[in-house]
């Protein structure tokens, strides 16, 4: 399976942008799919997820939950991040990912395969 990211770029703090995960190829055991984000000097941490496994059910972390959402279009297999009111904090290289897991898997490890990532600049 391969995973594409795309959609990153600059934007104002308190505007939106949207992040997109084209997956291609033969994905098995792929229950959910994840986007996570690294900020320069920090670890890469959990964002949202969309569960695959529980008929496309959504969680999302604490940080993002009511600002962003995550769906997707079963036509093309792509997945979005739709990002508002975006913070300088959320500057971060966001990466998508898939997991085996059943449940809500939010660590790294949890995940298998990986997109390349997009960067995201939120100026203040």
């Known amino acids: 399976v391969q995973l594409q990211a795309s959609g990153g770029g600059l934007v104002q703090a308190g505007g939106s942008l949207s992040v997109s995960c084209a997956a291609s190829?033969?994905?098995?055991?792929?229950?959910?799919l994840g986007w996570f984000r690294q900020a320069p000097g920090k670890e890469r941490e959990f964002v949202a997820g969309l569960s695959w496994w529980s008929g496309g059910s959504t969680y999302y972390a604490d940080s993002v939950k009511g600002r962003f959402t995550i769906s997707e279009d079963n036509a093309r297999r792509t997945v979005f991040l739709q990002m508002n009111s975006l913070k300088p904090e959320d500057t971060a290289v966001y990466y998508c990912?898939?997991?085996?897991?059943?449940?809500?898997?939010?660590?790294?490890?949890?995940?298998?395969?990986w997109g390349q990532g997009t960067l995201v600049t939120v100026s203040s």
């Open positions: 990912a898939i997991s085996p897991r059943v449940g809500e898997p939010r660590l790294p490890y949890e995940y298998d395969y």
């Open positions: 190829g033969r994905i098995f055991n792929s229950n959910v």
